[in-house]
């Protein structure tokens, strides 16, 4: 008898196994899924997003444009504002590099730098917004308007400073202090 119990109960077992695995369950929390960043679905053919202006792959395709909003006190206040806001760790408050994050990172330019000054408003405005060599793209949270009025502020700042015409060298790292072979 007790063998026949234990027997009933092990084919109990083996049969019941099956219905416990969750490939049966048909809710849409278990089914295969392709995740919206894994495949991005294609924009329609000759479609435009709601409120879109031109596209531009890089810094390089925004050499042409020309600057549309002129350089009034309240557009310079703004760039003022948002350059302290937004570039100032890199570029200084005044623009002239050594920005705290120069210590950890290649150092920025000075925006006085000749090189600088000979770039078209529309490259500079790119380059806010697509990064450049060593810098990240900075349009997150800003407004095409808002990029011209830090390119406002920029010309600015290249007007009130002097010409720099050689770039400054790199600077030296610090000794490690005391380190041995020090007498």
């Given amino acids: 008898m007790r063998r026949a119990r234990a027997v009933g109960l092990l084919v109990a077992a083996a049969l019941a196994t099956p219905a416990c695995r969750n490939d049966w369950r048909t809710d849409m929390w278990y089914q295969p899924a392709i995740r919206p960043e894994a495949a991005p679905r294609?924009?329609?053919?000759?479609s435009?997003?709601?409120?879109?202006?031109p596209r531009y792959e890089s810094r390089d395709d925004t050499e042409q444009l020309a600057n549309p909003v002129p350089a009034s006190p309240r557009v310079l206040e703004r760039g003022h504002a948002l350059f302290l806001?937004?570039?100032?760790?890199?570029?200084?408050?005044?623009?002239r590099g050594g920005g705290p994050v120069s210590r950890f990172f290649p150092p920025a330019p000075d925006l006085a730098?000749?090189?600088?000054?000979?770039?078209?408003?529309?490259f500079i405005?790119?380059?806010?917004?697509?990064?450049?060599?060593?810098m990240p793209p900075a349009r997150e949270g800003l407004t095409a308007a808002d990029r011209w009025a830090i390119v406002d502020w920029v010309?600015?700042?290249?007007?009130?400073?002097?010409?720099?015409?050689?770039?400054?060298?790199?600077?030296?790292?610090?000794?490690?202090?005391?380190?041995?072979?020090?007498?």
């Fill in 42 to 46: 294609p924009e329609p053919e000759r």
């Fill in 85 to 95: 806001a937004r570039c100032a760790p890199c570029h200084g408050p005044e623009g």
């Fill in 155 to 183: 010309r600015e700042i290249q007007r009130t400073s002097p010409v720099v015409t050689v770039p400054p060298p790199p600077p030296v790292p610090p000794e490690p202090s005391g380190g041995a072979g020090k007498p």
């Fill in 125 to 134: 405005w790119g380059t806010v917004g697509y990064g450049g060599k060593a």
């Fill in 113 to 122: 730098y000749v090189k600088v000054r000979e770039r078209t408003d529309g």
């Fill in 48 to 53: 435009v997003p709601l409120g879109a202006g």
